[in-house]
């Protein structure tokens, strides 16, 4: 195991899952989804671990997160990389996540309120892509904004159930795929529903 991850298992084991829910806080130590209100949830915190090791941060990596949620997630990221671009189509969990993650102390984190299901163009390309919603099929704007040797994690699928991929892409363009685990995760509402 690298330093990086030691010490983003050091950070996730001290990170205050229920500071970043508003309701059901009695059940933030459970591993497992918890609902955050508008039909969302927060992550299994194991699963959240998973994703953000396999993505593989670096301390120089320009993330783009597609599904803000809670914030959870998005501070994991924003404390291990140079900036994070996060986007969330929900206006009161993206308010929620922006006081939140303020109130932290971040400062590297570009919040947007959109659906994010075609990136956000304007920033791109980005080292590192987390997709926190299932997209039925890959999307493609979210592979051109990926960066040559960048890596991107997603779930793609059904509703009721997902693969969640490390995506790769070489320095020619190329694209290898890997198969995680499976999943099942809220739908990513947009181009790729």
């Known amino acids: 195991m690298t330093n990086q991850n030691q010490d983003i298992i050091s950070y996730f084991e001290k990170l205050d899952r229920g500071f970043f829910m508003d309701t059901h806080k009695e059940f933030a130590y459970l591993d497992e989804a918890i609902p955050i209100g508008h039909e969302q949830t927060i992550s299994q915190p194991s699963l959240v671990l998973e994703m953000t090791l396999a993505i593989d941060l ?12 809670s914030g959870f997630q998005t ?5 291990f990389s140079n900036s994070v671009y996060t986007i969330e189509r929900i206006e009161e969990l993206h308010q929620r ?4 993650l303020k109130e932290a102390g ?29 997209a039925a ?3 493609k704007e979210l592979i051109d904004q990926l960066a040559f040797g960048g890596k991107m994690v997603i779930p793609v699928g059904t509703p009721f159930l997902q693969e ?25 509402k947009g181009k790729y529903e």
């Open 97 to 100: 996540a922006k006081e939140r």
């Open 106 to 134: 971040f400062v590297n984190i570009h919040f947007k309120l959109d659906d994010g299901s075609t990136g956000w163009k304007e920033h791109a390309p980005y080292d590192r892509i987390m997709v926190t919603a299932a």
């Open 58 to 69: 670096q301390p120089h990596s320009k993330v783009l997160e597609i599904g803000t949620g």
């Open 137 to 139: 099929q890959m999307p």
């Open 164 to 188: 969640l991929l490390l995506i790769e892409k070489n320095e020619e363009g190329g694209i290898n795929t890997e198969v995680l685990t499976e999943v099942r995760f809220v739908p990513l």
């Open 75 to 79: 501070a994991l990221l924003a404390a």
